[in-house]
Every structure is written in C-alpha cells, then in structure tokens.
C-alpha cells in the first residue's frame, strides 16, 4: 500500500504517515511520531503536507488529533488533480509544441 501511495505522489513518510492513521486515527503527534519512531518536527512537516492536500484532518482541540480520510476520497482527490493536469498540458500542447520546437531543435 505505500508504493501505491507513493505512485500516486506522497512522499515515503507521507504515505507511512496515512496509512497508520487510516489504521488508528484518531491520534495526537506525539503518539504517532513514538509510533512511527520519528522525530517530532519530520512528523509535523509531513502532516502539514498531507492536510494541505486534504489527506489528514486537524481537531481544532488542543493537543490536535489527526485523521485520515477515506482512501476513496484520498483516490477521488488524485484523479480529479490528475485529470485538472492533463487538462492543462492539452490546453497548452501547442504553445509547449512551438517552445520545443524553437528552443530544443532550433526550428522557426
């Protein structure tokens, strides 16, 4: 499952983050970061990470607790990033056809 999380772009410790916390969320950062053996402060870059891109949520309680959301909603999230970026590049294909051509092979 982390190879597939990691195809999909999270880096390595981002993906063994998710999935402990799809397992035994919810969890407050210190349990994770002496669950995973990490130091505080990777544990704290990769969460910021993940909630950025909507993987985790944050209790607004204090000390916060974390949680996954559902890998379905983690997959609908990579698809629709997936097909916003393909949508662009075939927006641009010709504008990047024409620098390719003129910077790379030195044609017009």
């Given at each position: 499952m982390l190879k597939?999380?990691?195809s999909l772009g999270l880096k390595s410790l981002d993906a063994e983050v998710y999935v402990y916390l799809a397992q035994h969320d919810p969890q407050k950062a210190r349990d994770i970061a002496e669950a995973l053996e990490i130091y505080k402060q990777q544990l704290y870059r990769s969460l910021r990470s993940l909630q950025q891109k909507g993987i985790?949520?944050?209790s607004q309680k204090r000390p916060a607790t974390f949680s996954a959301v559902s890998f379905n909603k983690v997959l609908d999230q990579f698809i629709e990033a997936n097909r916003e970026e393909a949508q662009r590049i075939e927006e641009n294909k010709e504008q990047l056809l024409s620098m390719?051509?003129?910077k790379i092979l030195g044609e017009g």
């Open positions: 597939t999380l990691e985790i949520s944050a390719w051509r003129s």
